[in-house]
């Protein structure tokens, strides 16, 4: 017997803004974001009545959103925080309770705006809220922000299995090669190795194009009942199953977080709930805050054994005419950084058939989320079809 | 070294400066369980316990990993990029973050044995580093 949650919920609306250094408050990108999704469902705004907020690095969007956009019925309102795995909890959440009667209409919303004018782009994340003594020390070492956390990790990889700054070239050329079929992708021009190579190096053993973008903007999904989905403006995104898994190993030297991450004890459950088998999996789009993370989660789902990852993704077969195609909009690393938002915005255009040039085979999509530094983890089943 | 930059200590962890300075590496260790911490806790991660105290910390440790920082983001780093940087597993069970020195950057392997060094700056000031053991 098929689990309840299979197909219960859908995706019935999605709403992007503009990306990158849109210089406007995230309060208003996330404002934005939701009357797109909802133009973009057929909905009217009385429809809305739940609202799920998450909120970006600048941490400037919550409660209050809803009285700006004048949504004051709610049977449904909270702000969440799971970092990168924020979007698929979200939708996770809103699947249940519209499965379970709480709420019909669920609007899902994250938004962000840490570039300012006349800032680098790496200060927005270089991390500065430790203010004790001890806290202090991090710096001091060049613990900065997630960056060098996710390089520690990457070179554990290639020290204990022969993993090449190649395999990493390979993810970050693929999705380039995604991107310029995505008129929505912020980084479309042409990628090779030496144009990675010549990228400056920030924490080796990563490149500046090893790291995600850092983006302002907003993006809203509304998940309803599979039920209603069916009669609405756009083909429907079905929800087939959905898991999640967190922990923290930090500061614990019998534990191995930089190789075994919660993906791996997410995914299995979210296949069993959409009844599936890895193989059924047509595409990924992967949470890509550096190259190294896709290596880590492919390896975690179990696509391929832990410490293959490298290898398997060399014959680009991430990448278009690949065998398994993945971030297709380009992902974090070149259309746009939006958390867990962006691999979910992809899936749903994606699940719709939507995605033109860059269109591939959609029966069964993997969605990841991943949080903090691999430490918090969720799992998205999607597909065109109802179970 | 130029120190403006130190970190000021507070109770909570002078020990652990005081240790630096006196060329100890000092942690917190629950009275209760054994259990190492780092940092600074005030209730054991462990078994829950409030009866933390500090004890001397053995100094010798494994690379868990290790990263090449190739851009300055403190005072510390100017004019001695690039750092090496790594997660060191000390015998104790508590990985540290922290920086390698006296070791060619291509020489660093996870595994690698190392031993606690420490940075003195001329007001006695004290940064906890490893070197190969």
Known sequence: ?387 | MSTSWFPEPDNSNLPYFDGARSGKLRLQRCDDCGNWMFPVRSRCQSCGSTQIKWADASGRGTVYTHALLRREYHPRHAGRLPVIMAQVDLEEGVRVNTNLVDVEPGAVKAGMKVTVAFEHSPVGEAVVVFRPA
């Open chain 1, 1 to 387: 017997m098929s689990h309840p949650m299979n197909s219960a919920a859908a995706i019935c609306g999605l709403g992007v803004t503009a990306m990158g250094r849109v210089y406007r408050e995230a309060e208003d990108l996330a404002a934005e974001a939701v009357y797109l999704a909802i133009e973009d469902a057929g909905l009217k705004k009385s429809d809305v009545d739940g609202l799920l907020i998450n909120a970006g690095v600048g941490n400037a969007v919550s409660i209050p959103l809803h009285i700006s956009l004048g949504l004051q019925e709610l049977n449904l309102l909270t702000f969440m925080q799971g970092y990168g795995s924020s979007a698929g909890q979200m939708i996770q959440y809103a699947a249940m309770a519209v499965a379970n009667g709480l709420a019909n209409n669920v609007v899902c919303v994250f938004a962000d705006a840490p570039l300012q004018e006349g800032q680098r782009t790496g200060a927005a994340y270089a991390g500065g809220g430790r203010r004790n003594a001890m806290g202090s020390l991090y710096p001091l070492y060049g613990f900065a922000g997630a960056l060098p956390m996710y390089a520690l990790a990457a070179q554990r990889h290639m020290d204990l299995y022969g993993t090449t700054q190649d395999h990493f070239a390979q993810i970050a050329i693929g999705q380039r090669q995604w991107a310029a079929m995505n008129p929505a992708a912020t980084k479309r021009e042409p990628l090779d190795l030496a144009g990675y190579n010549a990228s400056p190096w920030v924490v080796e053993p990563f490149h500046v194009l090893d790291c995600c973008l850092v983006s302002n903007g907003g993006v809203a999904v509304i998940v309803t009942s599979a039920e209603r989905a069916r009669d609405m403006k756009q083909p429907p995104v079905y929800i087939r199953g959905f898991a999640q898994a967190h922990g923290h190993d930090a500061g614990m030297a019998n534990k191995d977080p930089a190789i075994h991450t919660p993906a791996a004890r997410s995914a299995p459950r979210a296949l069993a709930m959409a009844d599936a088998k890895l193989a059924d999996i047509t595409q990924c789009q992967i949470y890509d805050c550096y190259t190294y993370t896709v290596i880590a989660t492919l390896e975690d789902y179990g696509f391929c054994r832990k410490g293959e990852g490298g290898a398997f993704v060399a014959d680009g077969k991430l990448g278009p005419g690949g065998g398994l195609p993945t971030n297709t909009g380009g992902g974090e690393l070149s259309s746009y950084y939006m958390w867990g938002m962006t691999p979910v915005a992809e899936a749903v255009i994606q699940g719709r058939g939507q995605g033109g040039a860059r269109q591939a085979k959609n029966d069964l999509i993997l969605v990841s989320g991943n949080g903090g530094v691999l430490n918090y983890h969720a799992t998205l089943v999607l597909a065109p079809e109802a179970a």
